[in-house]
């Protein structure tokens, strides 16, 4: 059992470095993840794969060259190896799901937009919104611009995503905000908080946790 699936817009793997990361997930995988870009001012950059359909994995590391910082970046200078960070739920309508959340007592960030330029030139845009819950464990929501070609459709195949599941001692914090949101995610009681990821990939099953 690992819930509905179908929500998950991508997820996200963090590593210090890029470069390690893109050669660890081919070793698991057999797909060699593309460069996505560097997200100006914050302090990253990342590599993609298509997990098909309308979802992606993204390997998420600190850009050397930019000096700008995020949330992000303390945690990912720590991480040797792939390791699951968070994930992202897809939404057409950002501002009808901010006040479904809100009408549920869940409370919200601002809707904020978001772009990069991908290394051929071309521009990728969005929105998001988070939760103010402090856990990586909740998704931030993501909708993509229309006249975007979504990072599932441009990037390597040969995985897809056959398993998603939130661990932490204290579950029904975390359900009451996936439930609002209308996503199916299980979520498990466990001693150490964390997510796992299973993978169908051209060497075999591959899990990240």
Not at 50 to 66: R, T
Not at 135 to 149: G, H, K, M, Q, V
Request: hydrophobic share 35%.
């Amino acid at each position: 059992m690992t819930g509905d699936l179908s929500g998950i817009d991508h997820v996200i793997v963090g590593i210090n470095d890029l470069q390690r990361g893109i050669e660890e997930l081919e070793r698991l995988t057999g797909v060699r993840a593309v460069y996505g870009g560097a997200h100006p001012g914050r302090g990253t950059h990342n590599a993609l794969i298509s997990l098909g359909g309308s979802q992606y994995l993204e390997i998420l590391s600190p850009n050397p060259e930019d000096e700008g910082s995020s949330p992000w970046i303390g945690g990912l200078e720590k991480l040797t190896s792939l390791t699951p960070v968070g994930w992202a739920a897809r939404s057409d309508d950002l501002a009808a799901l901010q006040q479904t959340l809100k009408g549920q007592g869940i409370e919200t960030g601002e809707i904020r937009p978001g772009a990069r330029n991908q290394p051929d030139g071309t521009r990728l845009a969005w929105r998001t919104l988070g939760l103010t819950a402090p856990s990586f464990l909740l998704p931030f929501f993501i909708e993509w611009d229309p006249a975007t070609a979504h990072p599932s459709q441009t990037t390597p195949k040969g995985c897809r995503l056959t398993g998603f599941t939130l661990h932490d001692p204290a579950p029904d914090t975390l359900r009451k905000p996936l439930q609002a949101a209308g996503l199916g995610v299980e979520v498990l009681n466990d001693q150490k908080s964390g997510i796992r990821i299973s993978l169908a990939c051209l060497k075999g099953e591959v899990e990240l946790r």
